[in-house]
Nanobody, 119 residues
């Protein structure tokens, strides 16, 4: 069982930066691929970024490439999402999730953290 807790969301002006953090419980953290997802009001949840268990592979959705960076520290059971050059369309609730593979179903989810980008 893995429990995930996100933090770092908030209100930022367009062009600004935020760093989201996700703290994971459990001693098998490095076995899990981790992902960041987001859901804006009235829209479906979408995958934003993902990272493999050892951090050797990453994935980004096209709209955030070059602006967002996912990373992890397996010694601290932490996953991060550095978000730069934020746009109003990045406004959403951001969720951290863990699963056996980057592209498969995710088994564990955090409660989400709100990111609001003002224009």
């Amino acid at each position: 069982q893995v429990q995930l807790v996100e933090s770092g969301g908030g209100l930022v002006q367009a062009g600004g930066s935020l760093r989201l953090s996700c703290a994971a419980s459990g001693r098998t953290f490095s076995r899990y691929a981790m992902g960041w997802f987001r859901q804006a009001p009235g829209k479906e949840r979408e995958s934003v970024a993902a990272i493999s268990g050892r951090g050797l592979s990453t994935y980004y959705t096209d709209s955030v490439k070059g602006r967002f960076t996912i990373s992890r520290d397996n010694t601290k059971n932490m996953v991060y999402l550095q978000m730069n050059s934020l746009k109003p369309e990045d406004t959403a609730v951001y969720y951290c999730a863990g699963g056996p593979t980057m592209t498969g179903a995710y088994d564990y989810w955090g409660q989400g953290t709100q990111v609001t980008v003002s224009s």
